[in-house]
């Protein structure tokens, strides 16, 4: 007996989703191999544009829960950064809750770092898909191929761009 007509178009999107993920951290796990120094050392850290920045927003935030002020930076007073643009909210709250699971805040910055891959094919691959009429199996490539871009992977240093 086949499955109805629904049921195999939502087979079809989940396949293709799942699918789209699983390509969208081929690039990056080829680009930054070896994998076990991804949760010792930041993807980024270096003096340039915003990397320590970032790094001081994740410290910040996993240690003391908001984004403003860490007495353990910034000796011998503390540092507070009220003056300074903070990220967007949704950014701050993965950081939180990704605080709650580990403390550590190179791999808290990679795993922001390299969740963005997925996130962007998604939406890329659903509106090739929805607003574009694509095939599937082209879609999936589209989304793929436009997460690969280089932009991604020159604004390291600038994480919330």
């Not at 293709?16 to 993807?43: C, H, K």
């Not at 805040?105 to 694509?134: D, K």
Request: hydrophobic share 55%.
């Amino acid at each position: 007996m086949r499955a109805p007509a629904g049921q195999a178009i939502a087979r079809e999107a989940l396949l293709a989703t799942l699918i789209t993920g699983l390509l969208s951290l081929a690039a990056p796990w080829v680009v930054f191999r070896p994998v076990q120094d991804w949760v010792r050392y930041p993807l980024s850290y270096t003096d340039r544009q915003d990397a320590l920045a970032n790094l001081w927003v994740i410290k910040t935030v996993v240690e003391t829960g908001s984004p403003y002020a860490n007495p353990a930076l910034g000796a011998p007073f503390g540092a507070v950064s009220f003056d300074f643009p903070r990220s967007e909210v949704l950014f701050l709250l993965f950081y939180r809750a990704a605080g709650l699971v580990t403390d550590n805040v190179a791999l808290i910055h990679n795993v922001f770092y390299l969740a963005g891959f997925p996130l962007v094919a998604w939406p890329a691959l659903a509106v090739l898909r929805r607003e574009l009429h694509v095939a599937w199996p082209l879609a999936v490539a589209g989304a793929v191929v436009f997460c690969w871009l280089p932009y991604h992977f020159l604004r390291l240093d600038h994480l919330h761009l």
